[in-house]
């Protein structure tokens, strides 16, 4: 796999329902040029009987050019 020409950057993906859904949500924020990702961090919140889920996703994205 060749990584020539990427633009590495964070995004913050974020889920009421799972971890794999906030994974998901960074993925679809990084949007069609997604070469990679690397979760670098796991977060939840707790209000009572509802969770809030965050990822922060380490990204590579292919050069448009």
Do not use: K, P, Y
Request: overall charge negative; aromatic content about 4%.
């Amino acid at each position: 796999m060749e990584h020539a020409g990427c633009v590495v950057t964070e995004v913050v993906g974020a889920s009421d329902e799972s971890v794999e859904e906030a994974i998901r949500d960074g993925m679809d924020r990084a949007g069609r040029c997604l070469e990679w990702f690397e979760v670098t961090g796991v977060r939840s919140t707790v209000l009572g009987s509802a969770e809030r889920f965050q990822v922060d996703l380490r990204v590579g994205l292919r050069n448009a050019a």
